[in-house]
């Protein structure tokens, strides 16, 4: 005999940092709730980011509502380690319902007005349900020419951990982003040679831009007042990729066109010989539970207004980017976003 489902009001689904602000806002509006973790362990994404990587902000910038991320001990900007620690300690902290690990499989619409969440380890049925899964497990390389031939490694940034994995080796890094930038620096004096690739010319922001302007900016735009951060720039210069770009280290190459066994080659026929890729190309949002209710819109994408579904009122998506809210796939931006869907579910509800 099948287990009855467990009823809550509202069930999210992701345990990283979106996850944790809603469950803080959900806590606050005393909302019946659960967050469901595919993750084994707290940290959302940020326990899979390579050694290296540094936050854009110092942490008094870089915190969930209620609770300040502490400074760590000689550095400005905090690593992924630390942020891990912290948003651990946060889910502790303000006891917040995880439950780990649990695979969401699908929703479905239940009996009555609510819906049926059905994982690896039993049922769930809610009132409503936010959708806080991230990108991370969904990373996207683009179909080139050859890709498949190609004799060599090929790593997505998710499988990226630390430049000594490349010592000595011919590297090509694709992706004009932070992440490209990032990466391309951090192999300059560990690999036999870089070769940075974009589609188009990389736009380094201001050097005195990090993640608190961009905040600020993103707050502006939601009234319409001052520029988008795109005007401005899609690299953060944070204090390694300054130094490699300064140095001359980091240089971009146009996108190339097709692989070989052995290399990369150009739209002009320049061949470049490598023994790894590393594909910053970027992720798709992690959203096939809900294939089976029919939201999504022209273009494969489920329109929103803020968080919120347009086809389904119950259904908010929080922190994927500006797509659901300006600055909501960071820490510091996540929040505004996490209260205002807590707030319009709290109003359905009642």
Wanted: charged share 20%; hydrophobic share 40%.
């Amino acid at each position: 005999m099948s287990q009855d489902p467990t009823d809550v009001d509202v069930l999210v689904v992701g345990g990283g940092q979106a996850g944790l602000a809603a469950g803080y806002y959900l806590r606050r509006a005393k909302l019946d709730s659960a967050i469901l973790d595919a993750s084994t362990v707290p940290g959302g994404a940020w326990q899979h980011y390579w050694d290296t990587l540094r936050l854009f902000s110092p942490a008094a910038y870089s915190s969930l509502p209620g609770r300040p991320m502490p400074h760590q001990a000689g550095q400005t900007y905090p690593d992924a380690a630390h942020v891990v620690g912290y948003l651990a300690e946060y889910e502790k902290r303000y006891e917040l319902p995880v439950h780990r690990p649990v695979q969401v499989r699908t929703v479905e619409n239940s009996d009555g007005d609510g819906l049926l969440v059905r994982t690896d380890s039993g049922s769930w049925r809610a009132r409503a349900l936010i959708m806080a899964t991230g990108t991370w497990s969904r990373p996207f390389i683009p179909a080139l020419p050859g890709r498949g031939s190609f004799a060599g490694r090929q790593v997505h940034t998710r499988g990226y951990r630390t430049a000594a994995d490349f010592t000595g080796q011919r590297v090509v890094v694709v992706g004009g982003g932070n992440s490209g930038a990032q990466i391309a620096a951090d192999l300059a004096g560990h690999a036999a040679a870089v070769r940075w690739t974009t589609l188009r010319p990389p736009r380094f922001l201001p050097d005195e831009i990090d993640g608190r302007a961009l905040f600020e900016i993103a707050t502006r735009r939601v009234t319409g007042d001052g520029p988008r951060i795109s005007d401005l720039g899609d690299i953060v210069a944070v204090p390694p990729v300054r130094e490699a770009r300064d140095a001359g280290r980091l240089t971009a190459h146009p996108m190339f066109e097709r692989m070989e066994p052995d290399a990369v080659v150009g739209e002009d026929g320049e061949r470049w010989p490598c023994d790894a890729i590393i594909w910053c190309t970027g992720f798709r949002p992690a959203l096939g539970p809900l294939t089976g209710l029919g939201l999504r819109g022209g273009g494969g994408r489920i329109p929103t207004d803020g968080t919120r579904a347009l086809a389904d009122a119950r259904i908010h998506l929080l922190g994927y980017g500006d797509w659901t809210g300006p600055a909501s796939a960071t820490l510091i931006g996540v929040g505004r976003t996490a209260r205002t869907a807590v707030n319009e579910i709290a109003g359905l509800l009642r």
